[in-house]
């Protein structure tokens, strides 16, 4: 028994092997997991209020196309797409970076977000009260004044907080564009341990990052959770109020 958990702790638990591999991820890889999250959220958030707008829009073919694409798009492994984007673009001969894998990268997982951050937005759009809009109407406001006056200012200020959340959601995802081939420089957080832990034949390596990973997103689903709070709180006093 004794010896099982020797053998578990020398692959998962071993100090040294952590301690060798925490400053290239500290100097590294935690930078450009934080800065390819970021770029993929952006990305994501801007196709993501695009296809929200689309699945409300009155044409029907506007709605099919974006219904199709958040379809595909949350419908395939991320794995899948990551992959079809990031080779099969150069591959096809649309190298709209040249050879900066960094960017396709960024562009894979940002694609794939704005599939699930347009139903973010599409909910926040439509849970503005009808009523307002009715009023808007009633000025005289055509119906993209009344979008971008009335509904889009309320809609994303209530989906702030969801959408923070799918900000850890994506810290996460940029593990899976290891199989793009980062350069040294670019490599994210796990490329970085998955390559100590083959060299070493040890999986201490993966264990340094979980902890940065756990580090990263713990703290702030925590965070998220006490703002939805805080806002259903006010919410709810504010209908109480009336």
């Not at 100097?27 to 990305?43: D, E, F, Y």
């Not at 694609?111 to 307002?132: K, P």
């Not at 796990?190 to 902890?211: E, R, V, Y």
Request: hydrophobic share 50%; proline share 4%.
């Amino acid at each position: 028994m004794f010896r099982g958990l020797a053998r578990i702790q020398q692959t998962f638990f071993d100090a040294h092997m952590i301690a060798h591999v925490m400053p290239t991820l500290l100097r590294v890889g935690l930078p450009n997991t934080i800065l390819l999250a970021v770029l993929a959220s952006l990305i994501g958030m801007v196709v993501g209020l695009a296809i929200a707008t689309g699945l409300l829009a009155r044409p029907a073919v506007v709605r099919l196309a974006c219904r199709v694409y958040v379809d595909i798009l949350r419908g395939l492994p991320h794995i899948l797409t990551i992959y079809l984007i990031g080779q099969g673009l150069p591959i096809a001969g649309l190298s709209l970076f040249g050879t900066d894998t960094y960017a396709y990268a960024a562009l894979s997982i940002g694609l794939i977000e704005g599939a699930y951050m347009a139903e973010i937005f599409r909910a926040g759009l439509q849970s503005v009260e009808r009523g307002q809009i009715e009023a808007a109407r009633t000025l005289g406001m055509t119906r993209w004044q009344t979008m971008r006056d009335i509904i889009l200012p309320q809609g994303i200020r209530r989906v702030l907080p969801p959408l923070t959340g799918q900000f850890i959601l994506v810290i996460k995802g940029t593990a899976l564009v290891f199989l793009l081939g980062l350069t040294s420089s670019q490599r994210e957080i796990f490329s970085i341990a998955q390559d100590s832990a083959i060299n070493n034949a040890n999986l201490s390596p993966l264990t340094a990052a979980g902890i940065l990973y756990l580090a990263l997103t713990v703290p702030m689903t925590y965070a998220v959770n006490a703002w939805e709070r805080r806002l259903r709180g006010e919410r709810q006093g504010g209908r109480a109020d009336v």
